[in-house]
């Protein structure tokens, strides 16, 4: 069983690990390359360019949108599935301990300079923005509204901040002949970037919070993925510590299960009592809902 | 305990069937492919040149 202090060291160290595991082709920061081998058959599980020099797979946004994309209509099975199997194992997790986009926002969080908020006002209607990017951008914007006959990736080109990131900002350094031709898309998307980098000094990750299609997907599998957070309801004392340390402020009731839930486990870390644990007896069961 | 109590407390296991299922069928269809030629050139929407 995993809990106590340590939680959030190791969440860190997981974090940081993952990313550099999965964008560690270093030869492309130096060459202003990208990866070309077999591994891109393959998709990471978090929101990860794979247009960043150093990706090694590819990521499941722009996989979607690419299939989408194609010539007439295809239902994108392969993402399904893909969807599917990382939700089903870990829900939200991905986001909370495997999203390397979401590890920039919990480092920015972390700098002391601004007074810090858990969300944003209209926090209620708000979160239902990353679904509305999802059909809007991701599914109906790649399959017809955006691109005419000649599809286009509309979450990636229009928003996606990690594609800035860690795909456009690294390769623009690196290779000349792409510097040459930035244009008004870029400097749209650069500022799409600096707002949400700056608004995560204040408020805890506002992009998978309010944006982010990826936790919209992956939330929808928190309700009955493998990993969740067990709530020992008989042996709570209900003290409110875990809802006080939940940055999306989730109450007792809520956390796990809720789509908002990112698994990060600062709850678990929280909890005097140690009822709250990722990983032992289930009690889901004896849970009043 | 209920026959859908069981089935969904093991709603993971039924996911990560259907993900299987769909996966083998987006792979015979070729889409890795599609993703894989997608992700091998440099995605100038992406990087917000395209």
């Not at chain 2, 093991?10 to 890795?32: E, R, Y």
């Amino acid at each position: 069983m995993v809990s106590g202090e340590q939680m959030g060291k190791i969440r860190l160290a997981v974090q940081l690990l993952f990313t550099i595991f999965t964008n560690g082709y270093a030869y492309g920061f130096l060459g202003g390359k990208i990866y070309q081998g077999q591994l891109k058959y393959a998709c990471v599980p978090g929101l990860n360019c794979y247009s960043c020099p150093g990706a090694i797979a590819s990521c499941p946004m722009g996989a979607l949108q690419a299939l989408l994309n194609q010539k007439g209509f295809t239902i994108p099975f392969g993402m399904l599935g893909i969807f599917f199997i990382f939700g089903s194992l870990l829900g939200r997790f991905v986001c909370g301990w495997l999203c390397p986009f979401g590890l920039v926002q919990d480092l920015l969080y972390k700098i002391p300079i601004f007074r810090k908020r858990k969300r944003l006002p209209f926090h209620g209607i708000l979160k239902y923005g990353k679904y509305a990017v999802l059909v809007l951008l991701v599914l109906a914007g790649s399959a017809f509204l955006f691109g005419g006959l000649a599809k286009t990736p509309a979450f990636c080109k229009y928003l996606c901040p990690s594609g800035t990131l860690f795909g456009a900002l690294p390769l623009l350094r690196a290779n000349e002949q792409l510097r040459e031709q930035i244009g008004g898309l870029f400097y749209w998307k650069l500022g799409i970037l600096l707002l949400i980098l700056v608004a995560s000094i204040k408020i805890f990750r506002p992009f998978c919070q309010y944006l982010c299609p990826l936790g919209a997907i992956y939330g929808w599998f928190n309700h009955f993925s493998l990993v969740q957070i067990h709530w020992e309801k008989d042996r709570c004392i209900s003290c409110g510590t875990c809802e006080k340390a939940c940055p999306v402020s989730l109450s007792t009731e809520e956390i796990s299960c809720s789509p908002e839930c990112i698994r990060c486990g600062k709850c678990v870390e929280a909890c005097p009592e140690k009822c709250l644990h990722f990983l032992g007896k289930s009690t889901r069961a004896k849970k009043t809902r | 305990m209920s026959f859908w109590k069981k089935i969904k407390q093991k709603g993971w296991l039924w996911g990560m069937l259907a993900g299987l299922a769909f996966l083998g069928i987006g792979a015979v269809g070729g889409q890795f492919t599609v993703i894989w030629r997608k992700a091998v050139m440099i995605c100038l929407e992406c990087i917000g040149i395209g």
